[in-house]
């Protein structure tokens, strides 16, 4: 069986096809990046309080069970 042999595109059609894909894009409102964006800084926040939390147990527990200090 002969291998088929793909077409090189040219960086001319590479952008071109950039460029198309581009034009299909919906774009978020400003209304929506700034809900969007409280969104993504509210969940990190959640989530860096969580691992606060476990981080903080965890070395409640070291402490507790095994006399482990970190100092």
Do not use: H, N, Q
Not at 56 to 61: E, I, P, S, Y
């Amino acid at each position: 069986m002969a291998k088929e042999k793909k077409k090189k595109a040219s960086f001319g059609e590479y952008f071109k096809g950039v460029r198309t894909e581009m034009k299909k894009v919906v774009w978020p409102t400003k209304k929506e990046l700034v809900s969007y964006t409280a969104v993504v800084i509210m969940t990190c926040a959640i989530f860096a309080l969580g691992f606060w939390l476990i981080d903080t147990g965890v070395l409640v527990a070291l402490r507790e069970v095994l006399g482990v200090t970190l100092s």
